[in-house]
Nanobody, 128 residues
């Protein structure tokens, strides 16, 4: 069975850091474009960061640029999202998604619905 599983969420104080991980079972992430998305209560979903499997290009939403970093670990078959300088407005459920084909990483992040695989999400809460 092909699935994605996120981990690493939790409660952190403003200014703190968390590292989310997206692990795959049943397929190799090396051949997939991967994106991180988030959904906060009462807010529109947002594509946070996406990375291409073909050329390594990355995209970050303006709201997280210079604070978040997406990266792959081919040995562990995971894609991570390092989140630094966290703010209360980063509070959301974070999901990873995988696609075999994309137009661009920006397009992947701007598409909030149509992806080949989704994880179940992990809660991130930024609060003092």
């Amino acid at each position: 069975q092909l699935q994605l599983v996120e981990s690493g969420g939790g409660l952190v104080q403003p200014g703190g850091s968390l590292r989310l991980s997206c692990a795959a079972s049943g397929f190799t992430l090396d051949y997939y474009h991967i994106g991180w998305f988030r959904q906060a209560p009462g807010k529109e979903p947002e594509g946070v960061s996406c990375t291409s499997s073909s050329d390594g290009s990355t995209y970050y939403a303006d709201s997280v640029k210079d604070r978040f970093t997406i990266s792959r670990d081919t040995v562990k078959n995971t894609v991570s999202l390092q989140m630094n300088s966290l703010k209360p407005e980063d509070t959301a459920i974070y999901y990873c998604a995988a696609d075999q084909d994309i137009v661009t990483v920006q397009h992947m992040c701007e598409d909030l619905e149509e992806h080949d695989y989704w994880g179940q999400g992990t809660q991130v809460t930024v609060s003092s």
